[in-house]
Nanobody
Framework: QVQLVESGGGLVQPGGSLRLSCAAS????????MGWYRQAPGKERELVAT???????NYANSVKGRFTISRDNAKNTVYLQMNSLKPEDTAVYYC???????????????WGQGTQVTVSS
């Protein structure tokens, strides 16, 4: 059974920083793309940032220049460094990873349980 476990959310003042982590565990042969998504109350889930196994990144326009995604392939972990946080960044942040359980299986998109980020004074 594959699990994605997120950590690092919390309450922060506008202009502050947080670092989210997401570790994958279980039966893992390979992890392809990893990413972060977020969902604010009353809104649809949206992409925040993704990173390929080779390190290529993609960001939502709303977070470019403020957020940085990175990964440690040896630890099956993806990170999201969030700086200059704004109230509109408040949301539940979800980790996502395309995981291949064994050499003969196709990749399956997996989700973490989500971690709350609240930006407020």
């Amino acid at each position: 059974q594959v699990q994605l476990v997120e950590s690092g959310g919390g309450l922060v003042q506008p202009g502050g920083s947080l670092r989210l982590s997401c570790a994958a565990s279980g039966s893992i042969f390979s992890i392809n793309a990893m990413g972060w998504y977020r969902q604010a109350p009353g809104k649809e889930r949206e992409l925040v940032a993704t990173v390929t196994r080779g390190g290529s990144t993609n960001y939502a326009n709303s977070v470019k220049g403020r957020f940085t995604i990175s990964r440690d392939n040896a630890k099956n972990t993806v990170y999201l460094q969030m700086n200059s946080l704004k109230p509109e960044d408040t949301a539940v942040y979800y980790c996502n990873a395309d995981i291949q359980g064994s050499w003969h299986e196709v990749s399956i998109s997996r989700w973490g349980q989500g971690t709350q980020v609240t930006v407020s004074s």
